[in-house]
């Protein structure tokens, strides 16, 4: 790492078609770090996060992204992968025929391949799944199953974040990863979060509701709202905008 | 007049001039209507979206067995089961062991049946069948008596190989399956040099017979490959087909079936695959004549580069086919801008009490599944390469014959630019 951060986000505007959405976003993450974006909708959250991954609909104006000190947008959606950039969708998209097993064995080895690392066998690759499966309270069905084909919300958003652990990235950013979970699914999707916390993985959480954040507790917490980050502060931050709502942030901001 | 035409009968006097008379004088009528039909016409419906103008100023002729035929044939399904092999339109070897069924080249079978090969010959109105039994000399004849049930898949192999001047081969197939016996025949085409391929196979179902059709077209990339298939079935029979084309320049597949009799079904797959200037073009008709029959049929179609694909999909439901449901649907994927795909699903219905659909797609890669594989460090040509081999999948894996539909899953993904294993 180049000087210490994992992501710095400067000025950076961005617009998909004419309208223009992000309007100045600073962000800075270090090694680590637990973020939370919280904001009303439309405030720009998932065109952010989209953006980070590589969406082609999305058009950088102005503006920079660095990842570990590099320029992160003059590479394709599948570079930023192997770099370590993981988002997990707020809607994992059905794939029918291709299977889930395959799929995360392909994309594991790209990237392993990418770092100079041996790809995995199947029996390898067998061993390390069920492992990362422990905890996410998956069934071993879903591996043989077409990707997302018919599973329901939870085991979505189960499947995002086994392909997080699995993939072992430097940077994951969650969109909205706890929108349509019960409570038990949420706990067990904010547990299989956690327990991929260490000192080199910063993690980005984008969401709408403070609930996810009593699992996950964020070293720090930003207000997206209308295109810019209109307040940031620790997770006392989250608790409040709970309480008052985003009106509060709204009126302090103007 | 195409020239073809003419030069095509010009090797008709010297031909078969052993064969029994009877089956001089069908032959001859058949190369006097040939002759009077011509090439099909673009104006005919049926020939709309195909061209025959690359036949036009080629020359063809009837071939000789070559000296030495390659030892490893290009085969999507191996040599293993009872197979005969056909080269240039000539028999060349079988190995069909002990069967309790009758199997042999169709030369034995006009020496040793012959009222059923003239049966089985009819009057052709389609001017290659027409073609086809002008010439006709090599094939093989398939009967399955009743109740018997064969395990393994029958191979027939049709290879052509030439390396100067272009060759003509007109197979013909008869297969007849007695009543309530079972039974699976694959047919692959395949060969090199510049060859045309103008294949009749006639299928015959008695009651209650079930029979498995696969066949694999994958022929030089400058050959012709025109086939027609036609089937009957009894009452309550059950036929299965699958039609997967690969290679080719221009490749016609003609499927008829006849639902003659009460509750038959037929279920009909087909993929196909072409890029470069590939032509390819799906014909079928199912025509449910008795009440109580089904039909089920998905033809899938993957286009590049600036290739054509053509679907021609016919329902008739007959004033006495009450209580047949049909089900029709051709989708296609175009994955270039110069691909080119013109679908016609078409539902012709007398009878009242029917439950018939049909549907056809024509569509691109979706955007979204592409970003999210790309997303997880997938490379864009191959992420292309998984979602269009996922594509093919729904009927590949449809083939019940697991040898042949893991060397097909393979072969379509290494075709479409997918690397090795995962």
Partial sequence: MKNGFLLQIKDLRARIGTEEILKGINLTVRPGEVHAIMGPNASGKSTLTNLLAGREQVEVTAGEVLFEGENLLSLAPEERARRGIFLAFQYPVEIPGVANAYFLKASLNAIRKARGEEELDAIEFLSLIKEKMKGLEMEESLLHRPVNEGFSGGEKKRNEILQMAVLNPRLSILDETDSGLDIDALRIVANGVTRLKRSDHGIVLVTHYQRLLNYIVPDYVHVLDDGRIVKSGDKTLALKLEEMGYGWVKEGAT | ?422
């Avoid at chain 2, 030089?220 to 084309?245: N, Y």
């Fill in chain 2, 1 to 422: 007049m195409i020239p073809a035409v003419k030069q095509l009968l010009a090797d008709f006097d010297r031909f078969g001039k052993k064969q029994p008379l009877w089956l001089q004088k069908i032959r001859h009528e058949a190369a006097s209507r040939f002759a009077e039909q011509g090439f099909p016409k673009s104006d005919e419906e049926e020939w709309h979206y195909t061209s025959l103008e690359p036949f036009s100023g080629q020359t063809f002729t009837i071939a000789e067995t070559p000296e030495k035929i390659p030892e490893d044939l290009p085969l999507l399904y191996p040599l293993e089961t009872p197979n005969l092999v056909f080269v240039n339109g000539n028999y060349s070897s079988s190995s069909v062991g002990n069967l309790p069924i009758e199997i042999m080249p169709l030369q034995d079978a006009i020496e040793q049946k012959p009222d059923l090969v003239r049966e089985s010959l009819g009057r052709p109105a389609q001017p290659f069948v027409s073609l086809n039994t002008a010439f006709l000399k090599a094939g093989v004849f398939v009967r399955i008596p009743p109740k018997v049930r064969l395990e393994k898949p029958i191979h027939l192999v049709f290879y052509s190989e030439t390396h100067n001047g272009a060759i003509v081969s007109h197979p013909r197939n008869l297969i007849l399956l007695g009543e309530a016996s079972e039974a699976t025949v694959i047919e692959s085409y395949c060969g090199t040099g510049r060859y045309w391929t103008n294949a009749v196979s006639t299928i015959v179902l008695q009651d209650q017979a079930t029979f498995h059709h696969a066949k694999l077209e994958r022929e030089g990339p400058e050959s012709f490959h025109l086939q027609t298939i036609q089937t009957r079935l009894g009452r309550g029979s059950r036929f299965t087909s699958h039609s997967i084309s690969l290679g080719g320049r221009l490749v016609r597949n003609d499927l008829h079936c006849l639902i003659e009799e009460e509750g038959g079904e037929c279920t009909l797959n087909g993929l196909y695959l072409k890029d470069g200037h590939g032509h390819v073009d799906n014909q079928t008709t199912i025509d449910h004549r008795k009440p109580h029959g089904t039909s089920y049929e998905l033809y899938k179609g993957i286009m590049d580069g600036n290739s054509r694909g053509v679907f021609n999909g016919k329902i008739i439901v007959r004033p006495d086919a009450q209580k047949t449901v049909a089900r029709q649907t051709n989708k296609n994927l175009l994955l270039s801008e110069g691909a080119e795909v013109n679908t016609k699903p078409l539902l012709e219905i007398f009878a009242n009490d029917v439950k018939c659909n049909h549907g056809a797609t024509i569509g691109r890669l979706d955007e979204s599944q592409l970003f999210y594989l790309r997303s997880r460090g997938i490379e864009g040509k191959e992420a292309r390469a998984l979602l269009t081999a996922a594509f093919a999948q729904e009927i590949i894996q449809k083939i019940g014959i697991p040898p042949l539909r893991n060397n097909l899953s393979r072969f379509v993904f290494e075709m479409i630019g997918g690397g090795g294993d995962a």
